[in-house]
């Protein structure tokens, strides 16, 4: 009992509470074998006063220290809960095991990773059924239900304290299955793909992982479509190279030079769990996330025939807006978080949703973000066009116009974040903007949206301690002034 208690202790030192991309935390502050197997209990808990227990519990993990191991930990909790437990028994992507939740009509699962976080972050994903990213109803009362355990174990689970059986016992009880659900998922995106296109181009293809898990199935579809495939940064390195496991600018100039070197068609990079890419095109230049939206989602309407709106979060680009309305189409804005997206798609039956970070999803495919089945599509376009990207997206410039969009970050101590929160949204005060506003938006943060079309926002992560600024003007020079007006008058 005394066990029991402390574990329960130490778990109230860091509350579990779930941001725009699920639970993270510092492995050893936050992440805990206590904060995992409450919070695994809570969701137990939650399937059974559900009435869903019976269609069991998937989990799978990427390569970030601990993953595997919290894997078992929180699959010792599920078994002791009564939950029957499928473990995917390697280092998955995140796309993946939603697909897995999906193709075996689950409904919930579990992914452990700290996605595109610094290395000394661990974290863990939630699914509903579907295969979609856990919403904040669904969050919020897992939350509950932590809470309830961490107050009183004993009346919240009907039990003294946190069950569990060891994994090992688990397994030769027939509780636990390891599964291998590799195969389904490629095949899935192979019969969504024109492979036929794909083998008659040759294309050369570099990928980089950037040390996470998306090698093995990047690399299959590749090359079964007859590309040519290498493969840079794929060793396991649980501190991703000493950087941060997010393909951007920054991060990928290895992959740019290794394009440049080997005359490649493209270079695909996605984060630490592949559930985002990263794209150097055929001119050596970083693609944004953004012109990514743009061009697949101007190819599923124009090249493919394809109809339906899209949807974007509240910081991605407008062009998305500009093309929907050419097609007779809706563009819908969404708070950042992709279950908000995943919602809006589902409500509307949108073609495309995505993010200026890097995620998007499709339709027909997982109700989420999926790095490897988004570059496979983009390899696709290429194939059937038979352009390059430069040219793809320089041809959709010369017919919508040019956005150019800026970023910047800004850490602070809690007493200022307080400051910057009562300032902008409360107070709801604004800097003296060199152009006439259209409106204000408080849907997620603090959004101008001015009337030459460009706009600019700025919200708090919800998953790092930054208070992250977007800016999108016509052009860049444009953009970094509105940002350092921002910055000015916030004080940074």
């Not at 649980?238 to 493209?266: C, M, Q, W």
């Not at 041809?395 to 200022?416: A, C, K, P, Q, Y």
């Not at 700025?458 to 800016?471: K, V």
Request: net charge negative; hydrophobic share 40%.
């Amino acid at each position: 009992m005394g066990a029991i208690l402390e574990s329960i202790a130490l778990a109230k030192r860091e509350p579990v509470r779930f941001g725009t991309g699920g639970w993270r935390a510092i492995i050893g502050d936050g992440f805990t074998k206590e904060n995992i197997r409450l919070l695994t209990a809570a969701v137990a808990q939650k399937m059974i006063d559900d009435d869903t227990d019976g269609y069991g519990f998937v989990i799978g993990y990427d390569r970030r220290f601990l993953s595997e191991l919290a894997a078992k930990w929180a699959a010792e909790v599920m078994t002791g809960m009564g939950i029957r437990t499928k473990l995917i028994n390697y280092e998955a992507p995140t796309p993946l095991i939603m697909f897995t939740v999906k193709d075996y009509r689950m409904h919930c699962g579990m992914a452990v990773t700290a996605s595109h976080n610094p290395a000394e972050y661990n974290g863990i994903k939630l699914f509903m059924k579907g295969g979609r990213d856990a919403d904040e109803v669904f969050t919020a009362e897992v939350e509950k239900y932590i809470d309830a355990i961490s107050e009183n174990p004993a009346e919240a689970l009907k039990k003294p304290g946190i069950p569990s059986i060891p994994y090992d016992k688990a397994m030769r009880m027939g509780l636990v299955d390891e599964i291998n659900p590799m195969n389904q998922y490629v095949d899935s995106i192979l019969r969504s793909l024109n492979v036929d296109a794909i083998r008659s181009k040759n294309l050369k293809v570099v990928v980089d992982p950037m040390f996470g898990v998306s090698k093995t199935a990047l690399q299959t579809v590749l090359m079964t479509a007859r590309c040519t495939v290498d493969v840079i940064n794929e060793r396991r390195d649980a501190l991703f190279g000493g950087r941060l496991p997010a393909p951007n600018v920054k991060t990928l100039s290895f992959l740019t030079s290794y394009v440049e070197e080997h005359n490649s068609d493209i270079g695909i990079a996605t984060d630490g769990d592949a559930d985002r890419l990263g794209v150097i095109d055929d001119k050596c230049e970083f693609l944004h996330p953004n012109k990514i939206l743009v061009i697949l989602y101007h190819y599923l309407l124009k090249t493919k025939g394809w109809h339906g709106p899209c949807v974007r979060n509240i910081a991605t680009t407008h062009m998305l807006d500009r093309i929907a309305a050419k097609f007779g189409e809706a563009c819908y804005e969404v708070p950042v978080g992709f279950k908000y997206i995943s919602s809006k798609m589902a409500e509307t039956n949108s073609v495309i949703g995505g993010e200026s970070s890097g995620g998007l999803t499709v339709r027909g495919h997982i109700q989420g973000k999926d790095g490897i089945y988004a570059a496979a599509l983009l390899v696709e376009m290429i194939a059937v066009t038979g352009r390059k990207l430069s040219e793809i997206y320089k041809d959709i410039e010369s017919e919508f116009g040019s956005f150019e969009m800026e970023e910047s970050n800004l850490s602070f101590s809690v007493e200022r974040k307080a400051q910057v929160m009562n300032t902008l949204l409360e107070e709801k005060l604004l800097p003296d903007f060199p152009l006439e506003i259209e409106k204000v938006s408080y849907m997620d943060g603090c959004k101008v949206y001015f009337k030459n079309g460009g706009w600019i926002i700025g919200r708090f992560s919800g998953t790092e301690p930054l208070m992250r600024i977007f800016c999108e003007m016509p052009t860049m020079q444009e953009a970094r002034a509105m940002i350092k007006v921002m910055k000015d008058f916030l004080g940074f």
